[in-house]
């Protein structure tokens, strides 16, 4: 399964860390939401080649912002051009409680990529009246709205209002509700008049069971059905999208002219045939080279990669990261992948699911230089690509923690108070004061470096037979590879851990998330949807269930209050083995029946009483639950013949101001894509 984004915790947003230099990290707050800015700390000190690559390839990587936008929803593009063009040109009073919702509202829809919320995936409810919208859309000129050929104001109001103010339409971007057809029920606009049935006729058809290197069925297409004939639109140039691909290859290719050596230029004339074909034999193809490309320093994802927003999980979503290799602190993550066997041979699962041979493991600590698509403004953390388990198996996989977003997170928590509010006594605060960051950091390595790449499918498996369950399955394989690893003495032997003791921080942090702080990112009375926030209750209640009878995890009550309590850490890494196995077994055998059972018994459901309790606590911090990143900003510095000479970076543009100039610079796509 895909497997990018999967430590967006609380935890990253929770450590303690002096600021450093004096830069201003926070941005804005709004809603649920906290706007961070993030540093590119050594990019001054690249050549002008280097610096030249970035640029081009973060010119790619903002092509592709309206992709995404239309990826998760139909009304999407529409919605956000209406309400830019009265951010921009509205001369009413700005004043007024209705406009400064109408604000809140258009600003988390830059930061969701669309009308529901990037995390939950429930729809916003707008906090102003169809009456006033409809008041202010009318004092604007037609030609600043997005009006479709012919179409008056009025039919534009009345096609576009009941999507934004009615909640029974569209309500949820991805539903994973168990017997439900997640198809027809999601809004996401992979899917147009069919099916989940259908769905997986379609693709169950093109699949031979005994092809050992299969492509990844539907992942860059929309499938519908018209008149009855079911078909792909394929995201490619002269395809769905591609005047936004058009853009996007045009910057790649002046990349490609800036190529740091010659394999790095091969990954990127073979990404761009992938755009001009669509074939998914030439993205194999591409995957294959760009994983084996270790010597670049400058590195970049630029496509359709995550299925986290498709409800069965093989549509991907369009992203890209720009980066460059962090080299000392890449010595920690080469560190473990120098002994990637090692640990696959120990690891606590049947033998028959595990690797004979571990090829082609790479890891790094990367700088970002540029987030866009489905990492922007919310992003992982740690990355590990490529997803196709047979390329995994056969050409290795490349995984990155992402060093200076992670060094956001930490200095922007200074001193915000959550530790005081949820850890149960100062033996945990001074583990986690003293050892969070490290552990944290290490868990991260672990999870995308071994976790997402130990194990295999037995022969036969179809990669997508867990369906909806698929990605929630694969985050807590990964998650359970590393928590069960942070405890072995192997890492303390690697010079990975200062001391036996220090994985306790990341223990205690994580299953106090899984149990409990996680759910301030639940609305009351609603069930947990997104995967990755599945995968860690789905951990850690299992284990406060099963080590019950030992007493080795307990949620205890210290006056109205409610903590976690690990009293047996031993305990605890031995169920997280056991989980490690079963979890394991699923996922290599393809059972289907055993993976929906343990997902909708411990993974789920909310307790309404703790889940109201940690909101309250949250509440009182005014802490916001979510964070994310405005992008530095690169100007390129041209001579008279029209060579670039320099490439500057900034760090002064604000929330707003960079979402509308993104809006002007970067929107290729008509409001309606079919």
């Given amino acids: ?49 280097q610096k030249e690559l970035i640029y081009y390839l973060s010119q790619a990587a903002l092509e592709g912002r309206d992709i995404l936008f239309d990826q998760n929803g139909k009304y999407n593009l529409r919605i956000r051009r209406l309400l830019e063009a009265i951010y921009v040109n509205y001369q009413g009073d700005k004043n007024n409680p209705e406009y400064k919702n109408l604000e809140t509202y258009l600003k988390r829809i830059w930061f969701s990529n669309g009308i529901h919320h990037h995390y939950g995936c429930e729809k916003f409810a707008p906090g102003f009246t169809p009456e006033y919208l409809k008041e202010v859309v009318l004092s604007l000129d037609n030609t600043q ?38 198809v027809v029920t999601s809004a996401c606009n992979y899917y147009d008049g069919i099916s989940q049935a259908e769905v997986e006729v379609f693709y169950g058809n093109m699949k031979d069971s005994n092809d050992i290197t299969p492509i990844s069925y539907g992942l860059n297409s929309r499938l519908v059905k018209e008149n009855g004939v079911i078909s792909e639109q394929v995201w490619k140039i002269g395809g769905l999208y591609s005047s936004a691909i058009e853009k996007i290859v045009y910057w790649l290719k002046k990349a490609e002219g800036v190529a740091e050596n010659a394999e790095q230029r ?9 755009y001009e074909s669509g074939d998914l034999r030439t993205f194999d193809e591409y995957a294959i080279l760009w994983v084996k490309d270790t010597d670049s320093r400058i590195d970049f994802v630029n496509g359709f990669t995550e299925s986290y927003g498709d409800p069965l999980g093989m549509k991907a979503s369009w992203e890209s990261l720009v980066n460059f290799k962090d080299l000392e602190a890449t010595k920690r993550t080469q560190t473990i992948s120098d002994n990637a066997q090692w640990f696959e041979n120990n690891s606590p699962v049947d033998d028959k699911f595990k690797k004979d041979e571990v090829k082609g493991v790479s890891a790094k600590v990367i700088t970002a230089a540029i987030l866009a698509g489905d990492l922007y403004p919310a992003t992982a953390i740690g990355i590990n690509l490529p997803n196709a388990n ?83 399955v694969e985050e807590a394989r990964a998650d359970l590879f590393g928590l069960y690893y942070m405890a072995d003495p192997k890492l303390v032997e690697l010079g990975l851990l200062p001391n036996e003791d220090a994985y306790k921080a990341e223990y205690y942090n994580f299953l106090m998330n899984g149990l409990m702080t996680q759910l301030v990112r639940i609305e009351p009375g609603n069930n947990i949807e997104e995967s990755h926030m599945r995968n860690r209750q789905l951990i850690a209640r299992w284990v406060l269930e099963k080590g019950a009878s030992e007493n080795a995890v307990q949620l205890l009550k210290k006056g109205d209050k409610t903590y976690v309590v690990v009293n047996d850490y031993q305990k605890v890494r031995q169920l997280f083995g056991e989980l490690l196995s079963e979890i394991q077994r699923i996922k290599s055998t393809g059972d289907f029946d055993a993976a929906r059972t343990i997902v909708e018994n411990y993974a789920v459901k909310v307790d309404p009483e703790l889940h109201a309790e940690v909101l309250e606590r949250y509440k009182k911090l005014n802490l916001a639950p979510y964070k994310g990143f405005v992008n530095p900003v690169y100007e390129a510095v041209y001579d008279a013949d029209g060579n670039i000479t320099d490439v500057l970076v900034s760090y002064n543009e604000g929330y707003a101001e960079q979402m509308l100039r993104y809006s002007r610079d970067y929107s290729s796509l008509p409001s309606i894509n079919n």
């Fill in 145 to 182: 709205l997005p009006l479709t050929d012919g179409q008056s104001t009025e039919e534009f109001c009345a096609e576009i209002f009941p999507v934004v103010f009615d909640s029974s339409i569209m309500p949820k971007r991805v539903n994973q509700a168990d017997g439900e057809d997640v």
């Fill in 1 to 49: 399964m895909l497997v990018a984004g999967s430590l967006l915790t609380i935890g990253c947003e929770e450590k303690k860390q002096a600021s450093a230099n004096n830069f201003d990290y926070t941005v804005e707050k709004f809603a649920d939401l906290q706007i961070l800015r993030y540093q590119v700390p050594g990019f001054d000190e690249l050549d002008l080649k």
């Fill in 266 to 274: 091969a990954v990127i004339n073979k990404l761009i045939a992938y």
């Fill in 390 to 472: 047979w390329i995994r198996a056969e050409h290795g996989s490349k995984s990155v923690t992402i060093g200076n977003i992670t060094d956001a997170y930490n200095k922007a928590a200074h001193g915000n108070g959550f530790g005081d509010e949820f850890i149960y006594s100062n033996t945990e605060r001074n583990w986690v004061d003293q050892y969070g960051d490290i552990t944290g950091d290490l868990h991260t390595d672990l999870h995308e470096c071994l976790g997402h790449g130990s194990g295999k499918l037995l022969p036969g498996v179809d990669p997508d037979a867990l369906k909806a369950y698929g990605a929630t």
